[in-house]
């Protein structure tokens, strides 16, 4: 049980394209999604937390116009990288809170490339 | 602020010895810790969780410690196995209503 997807896996844009990133939780409803982004060697960064049917609470740094975030239902939430750029490459990765507070599932990332 | 720091440089492992990880904090005492294992490539996977009074937790191979005095927890991997390579994060939280503060990780590699 407990399993999060997210789709696609690996994604290759050009500059200044929009990409959308899905996360779902497959066998759980999720109260809470979050977003992350990790750079290579580095720790996971939140970028956002989002609860299903209200607006995500962006961190700060974190740009909400670039970044948009829609939690429509109990296990799908979408991110938007809008006007994509080379420096926004990086590796993605959504996780879901069920009813336990205290565990997070995590999907298995995407890989951004921006060229 | 609170910051989590674990050792940046890998860990190497004899197969079948004992690979003991750390994750010290600088501030607050955490509601709870969490270690979890993430391989090249893809998303964390949730290992264990500790509450801040809790001393130790086990499963399987697996053992957590937390010391709120030294303001730091162990993670042991006993028996250890080649398929136990992965990087290794902490994280922990104030408790349930705070997002998770992420450690960079540990670079675990078992030698057969």
């Known amino acids: 049980g407990a399993v999060v997807s997210q789709h696609p896996s690996r994604v290759i844009c050009k500059s200044g394209t929009s990409v959308k990133i899905e996360c779902r939780s497959l066998?759980?409803?999720?109260?809470?999604m979050f977003w992350y982004r990790q750079f290579p060697k580095q720790s996971l960064m939140l970028m956002a937390t989002s609860n299903e049917g209200s607006k995500a609470t962006y961190e700060q740094g974190v740009e909400k116009d670039k970044f948009l975030i829609n939690h429509a239902s109990l296990t799908l939430s979408t991110l938007t990288v809008t006007s994509a750029h080379p420096e926004d490459s990086s590796f993605y990765i959504c996780?879901?809170?069920?009813?336990?507070?205290?565990?997070?599932?995590f999907g298995p990332g995407t890989r951004l490339t921006v060229t | 602020s609170q910051k989590i720091e674990q050792n940046s440089e890998a860990l190497n492992i004899q197969e079948g010895k004992t690979a003991t990880l750390t994750c010290n904090y600088t501030n607050y005492s955490p509601a709870y810790l969490q270690w979890y294992r993430q391989d090249p490539g893809r998303g964390p996977v949730f290992l264990l969780l500790?509450?801040?009074n809790e001393k130790e937790k086990r499963k399987e191979r697996l053992k957590v410690t937390f010391d709120t005095t030294l303001k730091q927890s162990l993670f042991h991997i006993t028996a250890s196995q080649p398929a136990d390579s992965a990087t290794y994060l902490c994280?922990?939280?104030?408790?349930?209503?705070?997002?998770?503060?992420w450690g960079a990780g540990t670079k675990l590699i078992i030698k057969p």
């Open positions: 996780s879901a809170r069920g009813q336990d507070p205290y565990e997070q599932y």
């Open positions: 994280a922990l939280a104030r408790d349930s209503n705070y997002q998770l503060i």
């Open positions: 500790i509450r801040e």
């Open positions: 066998d759980f409803q999720a109260t809470t």
